[in-house]
């Protein structure tokens, strides 16, 4: 018998996001990804200077600046023909580096975790035998019995006072939770360390973009931060001594905790290997160059399509053929909605249908979405650190290779295990510990840069618009944490004439496209048990192992842009 299930909001995400499912036999058997907000962004960029694009595509999202102002900056770049200095390239690399690395631990700890540990749980917990498990996992100093005690009074305490917060709704006791309590208040503790740790790291973009979020010294053409030795403002020794010191940090905790604790509690979950599979196809643009050639091949991640899980083949990626599809979405294209557009041709009119209360379930048949639906040569795909750590074990990346093959050793599985719930949790861990090794080295490049007096940091040649085309068109992409991230930019008279964005969770999140072809969250769900129908964490679990990011805020204004009213997701 048939019985639906809606979750709205799903918590412990970036932006608004229903899920419905279908429920026949205990298993999902369809599913519905809606995006709840609307924002309109890229209408407003429209007639600007393309050159403060980036300024206006950091508040896309509260939480991925950064990755905007990569995105909409390099796709300026690539429609005048910009090419940036070594040093830009570098520093841009240890921006977006201590990014992923920092985004994902606080994914696993913060937003992904709880899916697994359950924090009642460790108040039952030995703090001695926490210690000895901790120490048989990790060299981690942090693991005697007093502070597990310590840990676990403060915990209680927190229950105490019956006000817990953002945790108040979560489903403690479970019956699919299976860690046992020693487990769970191992993790509950670097729960609360990785709090502390994430604040220290992120000071590299204070140092190298002024601040953040949003940070200020991207620029078209290069960065805006010097390097000077000599100068106390630019990047100096000492500053590159304490960024060094921050980056060793971020290591340590990848791979003392972070590793450890993600293989100690997926031991007990294998059997998500058999679930949230999706789509099965993958994207990725590559990016974090290795010159200033902007030639794909010198991407240390590398670019790619694989379809149908199909390891053995890994395709080339052409941005030419990607489209959006509105058939199930909130918008309505000027040439009808049965037809994808791609970006450079990409439309953003809002035509709200959905349904007015009193209302119980979205009419999935008609639009139910404000995120439209990406396809590659009308395929549906997956992206995000899955998509990228797959493509570049099948393109045989050596330290990619190393590092999947130690973390499926350890859980012995084998790589089919990649494609699943388990895995795009898996391949998150894979790729901060590889990005932790990789700043490293980035660092490193900068320092003998500016050994050889190596100083450049902007290419000013084509900043004049007067020496623009009076037509330029151009593709940004980045690898963002959440996965490939576009944005396209048409230029007329020096002005932004059109400006589209397809983001992550775009791709991730989108609804049905013209075709009936389901998104990957909606793909991913279907097939998975449910233990307990009123307490859906099956579903939180498998959508946030794409780690889901969508927005942070509604601003409604009036036709003098004035606004209205501010609602905020808290």
Known sequence: MANKIVVDPVTRIEGHLRIEVQLEDGKISNAWSSSTAFRGIETILKGRDPRDAHHFTQRFCGVCTTVHSMASIRCVEDALKIQIPDNARLIRNLIMGIQNVQDHVIHFYHLHALDWVDIVSALS?????????????????????????AIQDRIKAFVGTGKLGPFANAYWGHSAYRLPPEANLMAVAHYLEALEWQKDVIKIHAILGSKNPHPQTFLVGGMAIPVDPDSQNGINADKVA?????????????????????????????????????VGNFLTYGDFPSDNSNNPDSFWMPRGVILNKDISTVL???????????????????GGDDKGLHPYDGETNAKYTGPKPPYQFLDTDAKYSWVKAPRYEDQPMEVGPLARMVIAYAKGHPEVKQVVEFVLGKLGVGPEALFSTLGRTAARGIETLLFSRKNEEWLAQLVDNMGRGILEVHNGEKWDPSTW?????????????????????????????????????????????????????EAALIGTPMANPEQPLEILRTIHSFDPCLACAVHVLDGKGREIVRVKAL
């Open 125 to 149: 917990a030995d703090p001695a035998a926490t210690s000895k498990l901790a120490n048989s996992v990790s060299e981690w100093p942090n693991s005697g019995a007093v502070y597990f005690k």
């Open 242 to 278: 304490l960024i060094g010191k921050l980056l060793k940090k971020a290591r340590r905790f990848v791979e003392q905790v972070y590793i450890p604790d993600l293989l100690a509690i997926a031991s007990f979950y294998k059997d998500w290997a058999g679930y949230g599979g999706g």
């Open 316 to 334: 080339p990626m052409d941005q030419e053929k990607i489209t959006e599809s509105v058939t199930h979405s909130w918008y309505t294209y000027s």
């Open 469 to 521: 085309p009076k037509e330029a068109r151009g593709f940004g992409f980045h690898e963002a944490p959440r996965g490939a991230l576009g944005h396209w930019v048409r230029i007329e008279n020096g002005v932004i004439a059109n400006f589209q964005a397809v983001v992550p969770s775009t791709w991730n999140a989108g609804p049905r496209d013209a075709k009936g072809q389901i998104g990957p969250y």
